[in-house]
């Protein structure tokens, strides 16, 4: 399972980067607006300098919503960098943007997707990754991993080459049981990342080491 993170962030994609395990960056205009960039230069220049931070595939999100804009942004979204995947919104004219895109050779992530019918059309349609919302699906009292496991038994009924990108992860036991389930990819700020990493055992064991070393020397 790849890890992606889900920031404008550049110093929070740093560090995810510092860490060893980053493959990837998403975006979108919420983040991007969180860390004041606004304007089509700022954020052509802001996805560049994400570009070169990382290695791995970056998702960049059209603001259009019928067809012949959203071709003419995410085509320019692509030229930005051979790194650059453009994300487009699970509507129709979306669908249809995703089968232009699959056949001249542009990557697409799906985005928010919210249900097994979605995530098939944007299979059907060649869309690199699918993003199915998790947390936004547990807001509203409605099993996420659920969706996701279903994504998982209709891509591999199939073999659609399709990867899922679990999103909307709110903390380190969305990660766990999407790593589980066998998704393709996560995409998550950096806090439910760097809390894989806590437990109060490994805390307490690492005291005990550390004490019992001073009384060596």
Do not use: W
């Amino acid at each position: 399972m790849k890890f992606f993170i889900d920031t404008a962030n550049l110093k929070h994609i740093g560090e995810a980067k510092d860490l060893g395990i980053l493959a990837g960056v998403t975006t979108n205009p919420s983040l991007m607006a969180k860390e004041g960039i606004s304007g089509d230069e700022a954020i052509r220049g802001h996805y560049e300098k994400i570009c070169q931070l990382v290695e791995g595939d970056v998702s960049a999100e059209v603001l259009s919503v019928s067809y012949g804009d959203m071709i003419k942004e995410g085509e320019k979204l692509a030229s930005i960098h051979p790194n650059i995947v453009v994300k487009i919104p699970m509507i129709k004219d979306g669908v249809k943007a995703l089968k232009y895109f699959s056949d001249k050779g542009i990557r697409t992530n799906c985005t928010l997707v919210f249900s097994a019918g979605q995530a098939l059309l944007a299979a059907k349609a060649g869309a690199r990754y699918v993003s199915p919302f998790l947390g936004r699906l547990d807001d509203i009292s409605t099993d996420g991993l659920s969706l996701i496991e279903d994504i998982r038994i209709i891509y591999d009924n199939y073999l659609y080459e399709t990867e899922i990108l679990a999103a909307s992860i709110r903390h380190p036991m969305h990660i766990i049981e999407c790593a589980k389930i066998g998704v393709d990819v996560i995409t998550s700020p950096l806090t439910p990342i760097l809390n894989l990493l806590n437990h109060p055992l490994t805390e307490k064991g690492l005291a005990q080491f550390l004490s019992d070393a001073k009384k060596l020397s």
